[in-house]
């Protein structure tokens, strides 16, 4: 793999992982605001699930963080010049 294709995907991850830290605060907000109870998961608002929306936003960041340190430790065997 070229340098810049392996760069653009671990610039790729970090962006993608960034906005989805965003998409777990903006929800929990929600979950706050748009909730009856505090254990309620559907919002009042929109009638989305707010718990499954940031059970998704978790695990995108997770899956992203095995990815990008996978790519970071066997760099030398994947990027060739």
Excluded at 17 to 26: D, Q
Excluded at 29 to 35: G, I, W
Aim: some cysteine; charged content about 20%; glycine content about 4%.
């Amino acid at each position: 793999m070229k340098k810049s294709i392996y760069q653009t995907i671990i610039s790729l991850l970090i962006l993608v992982i960034v906005l989805s830290v965003f998409g777990v605060v903006k929800t929990s907000v929600s979950l706050k605001l748009e909730t009856g109870h505090s254990r309620d998961c559907i919002s009042t608002i929109s009638g989305r699930d707010l718990c499954l929306q940031m059970r998704v936003f978790k695990i995108v960041i997770i899956s992203c963080l095995i990815i990008a340190s996978g790519l970071l430790s066997f760099r030398s065997r994947i990027v060739k010049d």
